[in-house]
Nanobody, 121 residues
Framework: QVQLVESGGGLVQPGGSLRLSCATSGSIFSIGSMGWYRQAPGEQRELVAVVTAGRIPIYADAVKGRFTISRDNAKNTVYLQMSSLKPEDTAVYYC???????????????WGQGTQVSVSS
């Protein structure tokens, strides 16, 4: 059983910062790419940022220069440092990861339960 648990969401004023964490646990053989997505009310889920197993980050245009994704492979954890937050960043943020649970099995995507980020004055 694999679990992804996000933390760090909350309410912040415009221009503020938050740091999200996503810890993975369970029967993990290896982890490939890890990423963050978000979904605002009435909108589709969209990619925010992804970091590859080799720590190469990829960002959506909307967050470039404001958000930083990183990972700690020893802790099987991915982070999202969010700065200069805007009201349009308000959404439920989900982490995901490509996880292989055994060497004989292909990797599959796992998702966390989501954490709310609200940006408002």
């Amino acid at each position: 059983q694999v679990q992804l648990v996000e933390s760090g969401g909350g309410l912040v004023q415009p221009g503020g910062s938050l740091r999200l964490s996503c810890a993975t646990s369970g029967s993990i053989f290896s982890i490939g790419s890890m990423g963050w997505y978000r979904q605002a009310p009435g909108e589709q889920r969209e990619l925010v940022a992804v970091v590859t197993a080799g720590r190469i980050p990829i960002y959506a245009d909307a967050v470039k220069g404001r958000f930083t994704i990183s990972r700690d492979n020893a802790k099987n954890t991915v982070y999202l440092q969010m700065s200069s937050l805007k009201p349009e960043d308000t959404a439920v943020y989900y982490c995901n990861a490509a996880i292989q649970t055994a060497p004989s099995l292909p990797a599959r995507w796992y998702w966390g339960q989501g954490t709310q980020v609200s940006v408002s004055s």
